[in-house]
Every structure is written in C-alpha cells, then in structure tokens.
C-alpha cells in the first residue's frame, strides 16, 4: 500500500512540481510593488535643443540701416558615444551577470539574450554615458530547459538594495532602488521605462507571475527602478 | 528591406521666383505630428522648427545669398550645400531669398515665397534648389516626425535636383523608385549602416554614390539629391532628425530559449512513468495478496 501510494504521488507530484517551479510562489499577490519609479518628460520630437537666444547673431553683416532677425538657430545635437554595461552585479542576491547588447524583435519585443544566464542592455536606448533616461537591462526568469535565468530573483530586490554595473570603458557605477513594480504585460508602461529623457536611472526587466502554458508564459513584468548613487554617499 | 514602408508623391510644394499665390504647409500630411510640441505647454505661442537648405549650384547666381521673412533675416550669408535650422515662432511668413546685402527694402528678390503657413509645432525643410529643368526654385517640405518603430530608422528621400527620375539602392536593392523632382519618398528600415546609391531610374547608372549612410534607430534621415546633372555638379546633402524613437512593445523573459513552453519538460515525465510504473506494480502486488 505505501507504495502505490507512494508512486501516486510521484505520479501527481512530478507535474505539479515543475508547474511550482514555474510559478515558484512569486505570483503578484506573493510580490508587491514598492517605491516610486521616477518618470520620463514626454520627448518633443524636436531632435535638438534649444539654442540660448544670446547666442544669435547680433546682426547682418550688411550697410546700412539695421535689418531685424527671426528666429533662433538651432546647433545639431552632438552624439555622445555609448558606454555599454558588460556585466551586472548584485551582491545581495548572489547575482553577477554577464551583460550583451542587444535589440528587438521582429515583434518589437526587446531581444532577450537566449542563455539565461546572461542579460541584455537595450542598446537602442540610453546608456551611463549619456547621463539622463533609462539605461535597460533585461533578462530571463528561467529557461525551459536552462533552470533558473540570472533574474530569477530580482523580485526580491527591496527600496535600498545595491545594484552595480561595469562599463565596457572599466568603470563602475553604482545604483540605489527606488521601486520594483509588478507590472502585467499588457499594461507595461513601455514609453516610460525605456525613455531616453528624463532623470538617469537604471532599470532591471524580467517576467513573473502566473505562467500560462497556452499563452505566452509569464503575465506579469517585474520591473526594478535604480537611481545613480553619489560618490561622497559611497565613500 | 523587404518589409519597409514606402510612400511617395508630390508633397512638396514648388513655387517659382515670380511665385505670388499662397504657399501652404499642408496641415493634413500625418507626419506633421504637431501635438508632440503641445506637451511643451506653451499654448498658443508655439515654436515651429524650420531648416533651409542652400541647394543652387555655384555659379548660379545665387552663389551668397540673405534668406528674409517678411522684413525680418532668418540667415545671412548663404552658401550652397549649407542647411540652417531655426526655430521660429508659429505665424504665416512671406519667405524670400535676397542676393548679400540687398534687402527687403528696395532689393529684388532672386526667390520667394508668400504665405508660407508654419503651425506650432511643425517641423519643416525650406529648399532654395533648381527645379527639373534648371531653374530656381524654393520648396517648402514637412519633415516626418512621427515616432520611429524600436529597432528601426526613418529614410526620406528628396530628389531637388535637375536630373532625371532616379531609383534608391541600398546594399543593392531598389527601395525607392521612380523619384522625380520636386517628390520625396519616405521609407521605414532597419537601423544600420547601408551602402546607398542613386542611379538613373530602371537602369544600373549611378549617378550619386555609393556612400555609407549611417541610418540611426529611431530616427529620420533625410537625403537631398541636388545639383545638376548637366552640369555635372549633383551632390548629396543630409538632415537628421532624431530623438524620434519608439520604444518596445514589450519584455518577454521568461520560458528561456525554447518555443515548447507549453509543453512538460522531459524530467516531469520521466518521474510521472516511474510513478506510473510503481502504481502498476503495486496493484499487481496488492490484488495478488487478495488472492
């Protein structure tokens, strides 16, 4: 008798263990959202600053009686080179990430790198270097056949916690969280958490929640906001 | 380049030097996209950005030139293949382009343009060119934009040059065809770096290039074909509008690298068999103890 009941439960358990595993008891109602995500100012599509008006031309170079002047030039924006995030450190969670460049999808999803253990920066965004917006690092909760992704544990991450990053240039920056949001995919405030204006942050993107097997896997984002910490509170 | 978007027609208006009619900016061309500006809050005293685009060849008389609105100096000293951007407040300008040192007051002007409607907001390209057949001609282009899909690069083409119709390749491939003066083609690609000529339209005859041209994500890349084909002097000119970026649809993370996430992995029913099996077995085990 023990043993049939024994193998019933391996028989039921082998299947609900890998479902456990899946979900892993970090639904949204296991996670809640904490902190406040800094948002973006919307982006005016103009494609360069400003010009400051004391800067015009005091006038024509011409003879005569003084010609008045419209309109304020505009100097092209000069590119500042990006500084891409090599690897991902976060000492609290035992995390230390190798991180890859990367794009989109056909779909226009973000590409995600397809071995779990390693992470994307959303090159088509921001960057360390640029000193404003979102510099967006995305990676896998866990892989089908790979166990669990190098953000399997993110949702663990609480207001305070470090985050580091190392630059392809060497350098080293640190940041602070500030929020992590669970997020249901649908609603996923895209615009803002990639926006390339605003204050300087550094956002962490991986899945969570409840994984529908007929759909597309996880329903929900957690999203993990960081701001820049200053030197002098490091020291 | 198979997916990418082309549209094309005569958007851009052409006036003459004797030009007297109204010249409007059409306020129905989507990518005037005004409303991005309006988050700026300046109500009803918006700023509208306006580039020119010196594109008469040297020795055609309008070698330096003052480009004026109204009685007021947009630029000063003009040369060609020079392209200024302004921004101006939103209104109605007459445009006008003065050989140096004439003026408004009792000069003649070599171009102009009356009327010229610049809404709050826009983004426009004002181009002192020849037209088909050589003579000049100012025309007045609303720049695309509208945001950019993540990953991709807005190209928009602008034949203002007195040259036939003309075919665009990049890395080969015909993207744009047929384009006449004074038309523009827009179309939408991948962001990368692209080996993109002009060649005579339905021919292998390059005319311009091949050059590399860096197509950024998220942003519009504007071409110019001006010049002569005559003459012998047709160039490239370039205008970059960036900051247009779309971002992505969305962050799929999880089910790691493989379609089958529907699917059990291969352990689970690995341990469900042997479940099985044991069950099989001691049901075996138990009726024969019943017997």
């Known amino acids: 008798m023990m043993v049939l009941i024994g193998s019933l439960v391996l028989l039921i358990a082998a299947p609900l263990a890998w479902a456990g595993f899946v979900a892993s008891g970090s639904s949204s109602e296991a996670v809640a959202s904490v902190g406040e ?31 008045s002047r419209i309109g304020t030039p505009v100097e092209p924006r000069v590119a500042i080179e990006p500084v891409p995030p090599t690897r991902v450190a976060i000492d609290k969670l035992g995390i230390n990430a190798p991180v890859d460049a990367v794009g989109v999808y056909e779909d226009g999803s973000v590409e995600i790198p397809d071995d779990v253990a390693r992470v994307g920066w959303y090159r088509f965004g921001s960057d360390p270097a640029q000193g404003k917006g979102s510099t967006v690092i995305v990676g896998h909760r866990d892989g089908f056949d790979q166990g669990r992704g190098a953000f399997y544990s993110i949702s663990a991450l609480d207001v305070g916690d470090q985050v580091s990053i190392e630059l392809s240039d060497g350098g080293l920056r640190n940041y602070e969280v500030v929020a992590r949001e669970v997020i249901a995919k649908e609603i996923l405030p895209t615009s803002d958490l990639f926006a390339e204006d605003g204050a300087e942050r550094l956002t962490l993107i991986s899945c969570i929640g409840y994984f529908d ?9 957690v999203v993990v906001t960081a701001v820049p910490v200053s030197e002098e509170v490091r020291s | 380049m198979n997916d990418s978007r082309t549209t094309q027609g005569r958007s851009a208006v052409r006036r003459g030097a004797v030009a007297a009619a109204a ?102 390209t004002v181009t002192a060119n020849l037209d088909a057949d050589g003579s000049p001609a100012l025309n007045v282009y609303v720049n695309d934009i509208s945001e950019v899909a993540a ?57 311009l290039g091949p050059a590399d041209l860096a197509l950024d994500e998220g942003s519009n890349t504007i071409v110019y074909a001006w010049g002569s084909a005559e003459a012998g002097n047709l160039a490239l000119a370039t ?8 971002a992505p649809t969305g962050v799929a993370a999880g089910g790691g690298s493989t379609a089958a996430t529907d699917q059990l992995p291969v352990w689970t029913a690995g341990l469900m068999a042997l479940g099985a099996l044991g069950a099989v077995g001691a049901m075996t085990r138990l009726s024969r103890n019943r017997a």
């Open chain 2, 239 to 246: 205008q970059v509008i960036d900051g247009l970026d779309g």
């Open chain 1, 213 to 221: 097997r007929g759909g597309d896997g996880y329903r929900e984002n």
């Open chain 2, 23 to 124: 010249l409007v900016l059409p306020l129905g061309v989507a990518g005037l996209a005004a409303a991005p500006a309006m988050a700026d809050g300046h109500g009803g005293d918006m700023d509208a950005t306006v580039s020119v685009l010196h594109a008469i060849p040297e020795g055609s008389g309008a070698d330096v030139v003052d480009v004026y609105a109204g009685d007021a100096m947009l630029i000063d000293n003009f040369t060609p293949g020079s392209l200024e951007t302004l921004t101006v407040p939103e209104g109605t300008y007459d445009l006008a382009v003065f050989a140096d040192g004439e003026t408004p007051d009792g000069g003649t002007a070599v171009l102009e343009a009356a009327g010229v409607e610049v809404p709050g907001g826009a983004n426009a």
């Open chain 1, 37 to 67: 995500r800094p948002t973006s100012p919307t982006m005016n599509g103009s494609g360069a600053p400003s010009a400051d008006p004391a800067q015009m031309d005091s006038g024509p170079d011409v003879a005569g009686p003084e010609v």
């Open chain 2, 151 to 207: 990953g991709e690069s807005r190209l928009t083409v602008r034949h203002i040059a007195a040259a036939p119709a003309v075919d665009v390749r990049a890395d080969g491939a015909v993207i744009i065809e047929n384009l006449v003066n004074p038309d523009e083609a827009i179309v939408s690609v991948p962001a990368g770096t692209y080996s993109a000529d002009v060649v005579l339209a339905g021919t292998d005859t390059v005319a």
